[in-house]
């Protein structure tokens, strides 16, 4: 018995990396699944290899969502866990650079897309007893230096939105968390230096993040999307049945420590 069983789930940005690997751990545990994600021709892969429905869903455009959301009811009679986890590196550069219509399709896929997926998730959810909604928000949310300026403000901002409703959807039964991935290996970074569809540059790009990733992290290694789905089943099950408006950060460790360069480790090294 998988620890989704009955549950239907919508997951935003499934056609690949993270949400590709929350969608195929989520059908493993049981449940059914909607892919949404703008990417039509690898969501409708996903969805076909996973037995569930794609929908072509631009999370930046409110009636996408409402679309989603609708076709898992209308599909599967009801929806039990919604994720809010499209995203993209968005607008880069200095601040002093800082580029008008880059800034505003940046906010509007990284926190429009998980304020309507919130509304439409929880609309639904009301009206059936309860649910799970869960958002992909960012290590780049709690420190600098993790990812481009207009990203981590919006990642910050889904920690704001997490605590805020979750409060108010308490007493309608719905637990609202968000998953703060480090650094996982997914093609968001060569897509963001624009060579993702270059597989010899990607694999490049993909292995200097990795290098990096592993030399600041205790654990050692950088991430996968399987680490970040086996927290996503755990806050999707009755397992997290107390727990809401919490950030779950899935790091290895990178944003609980700092190793200092240069620091002695030993009297030797203190007094020579
Ligand atoms: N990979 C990491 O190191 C990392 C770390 C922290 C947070 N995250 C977050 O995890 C989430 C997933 O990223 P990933 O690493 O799996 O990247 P990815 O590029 O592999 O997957 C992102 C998916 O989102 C889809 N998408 C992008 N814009 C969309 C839109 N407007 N509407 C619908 N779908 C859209 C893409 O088509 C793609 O399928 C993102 O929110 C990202 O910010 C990633």
Do not use: H, M, N, W
């Given at each position: 018995m998988g620890?989704?069983?009955?549950?239907?789930?919508?997951?935003?940005?499934?056609?690949?990396?993270?949400?590709?690997g929350i969608a195929t751990r989520?059908?493993?545990?049981?449940a059914r699944v909607v892919v949404a994600?703008?990417?039509g021709s690898r969501g409708e892969e996903v969805a076909s290899r996973l037995g569930g429905r794609f929908v072509r869903c631009d999370v930046a455009i409110e009636g996408d969502i409402a679309a989603a959301v609708r076709a898992a009811v209308d599909t599967y009679g009801r929806l039990d866990v919604c994720v809010a986890n499209a995203g993209f590196g968005g607008v880069t550069g200095p601040i002093t650079d800082l580029d008008e219509e880059g800034f505003d399709r940046t906010v509007a896929v990284l926190l429009k897309g998980v304020a309507f997926a919130m509304k439409h998730a929880c609309a639904s959810m009301q009206a059936t007893g309860g649910?799970?909604?869960i958002s992909t928000s960012s290590?780049?949310?709690l420190m600098g230096g993790m990812g481009p300026h207009v990203y981590s403000a919006?990642?910050?901002a889904v920690i704001g939105l997490t605590r805020s409703v979750a409060l108010e959807q308490g007493p309608f039964n719905i637990r609202v968390n968000c998953i703060n991935p480090g650094g996982i290996a997914t093609p968001i970074f060569a897509k963001g230096l624009g060579v993702d569809s270059d597989p010899v540059a990607a694999e490049e790009v993909l292995a200097l993040v990795a290098a990096g990733v592993s030399a600041g992290t205790p654990l050692g290694?950088?991430?996968?999307?399987?680490?970040?789905a086996a927290a996503a089943v755990w806050l999707a099950s009755?397992?997290?049945?107390?727990?809401?408006?919490?950030?779950?950060v899935v790091d290895g460790g990178l944003t609980s420590t700092k190793r200092l360069a240069e620091f002695p480790t030993t009297t030797e090294e203190t007094t020579a």
């Open positions: 620890r989704l069983e009955g549950k239907t789930a919508v997951i935003t940005g499934a056609a690949s990396g993270i949400g590709e989520f059908v493993a545990e049981g994600d703008i990417d649910g799970s909604v290590v780049a949310g919006c990642k910050a290694r950088i991430g996968t999307p399987a680490d970040i009755e397992d997290s049945s107390y727990v809401t408006g919490q950030t779950i």
